[in-house]
């Protein structure tokens, strides 16, 4: 079965400052996996997606991700936080082997940047 | 296009009501979905219509009946429900194969 772990329930982080959140998979085959951000009674937003090539996507507000293999990871980064990405994040992983509908989300890690 | 919208935002309802969440997209996606969402929790899928055919169903109470009337359209119909009922219903689409874009979600409250 298909699985992702977002370890953090929440991360804290210095305006200006770089960011990571973390997330680690466990599917069957090769995965696609996929960043969203939510911001307060709001819809999910799309941020950025791996599913072949380069391991270093870049998507959406300056945000970027690495895709591990080795290490079953695909942690979201930025450079330099601003305020306005504090914001609920969840990482999701498609197994293209279980069939293209059926996406399982993370947890959740609640970014908190401090002014 | 690149929109999912949904209908109505918010939506009080008693638990003797009939009523429906309505979702719409013009992007082509031939695959929908209603997921339920708790307050800071991931969300939960309910039902996914793929070609306007119904392909998943997560062992969502009878209470919920969706329908999906054309490929634009994605109906959720609610009767009967129960306070714990009480969330954030998200719409989504997709390509085949590819990323899942979400309405802004109905708040429902069950009385």
């Known amino acids: 079965a298909q699985s992702v772990a977002q370890p953090e329930d929440q991360v804290n982080v210095a305006e200006g400052n770089p960011l990571t959140v973390k997330c680690t998979y466990s599917?069957?085959?090769?995965?696609?996996l996929f960043w969203y951000v939510q911001y307060p009674n709001r819809g999910l937003q799309f941020l950025l997606k791996y599913i072949t090539g380069d391991n270093l996507v870049k998507g959406s507000y300056g945000f970027e991700a690495e895709f591990n293999k080795s290490q079953t990871s695909f942690h979201l980064k930025k450079p330099s936080a601003l305020v306005s990405d504090s914001a609920l994040y969840f990482c999701a992983v498609r197994d293209p082997l279980k069939g293209y509908q059926k996406v399982t989300f993370g947890t959740g890690t609640k970014l908190q940047v401090i002014p | 296009d690149t929109e999912v919208t949904q209908t109505p935002k918010h939506l009080v309802m008693g638990m003797t009501n009939k009523k429906s969440l309505k979702c719409e997209q013009h992007?082509?996606?031939?695959?929908m979905y209603w997921y339920k969402q708790k307050a800071k929790k991931p969300p939960e899928l309910m039902f996914v219509?793929?070609?306007?055919?119904?392909?998943i169903n997560e062992s969502v109470p009878s209470r919920f009946s969706p329908e999906c009337p054309n490929s634009s359209l994605l109906n959720l119909h609610l009767h009967a429900l129960q306070p714990e009922d009480s969330a954030l219903y998200l719409c989504?689409?997709?390509?085949?194969?590819?990323?899942?874009?979400f309405g802004p979600g109905t708040r429902l409250t069950v009385l």
């Open positions: 219509y793929s070609y306007e055919k119904l392909s």
């Open positions: 599917v069957s085959g090769n995965p696609y």
């Open positions: 992007m082509g996606h031939r695959a």
């Open positions: 989504a689409s997709s390509p085949e194969f590819d990323t899942q874009y």
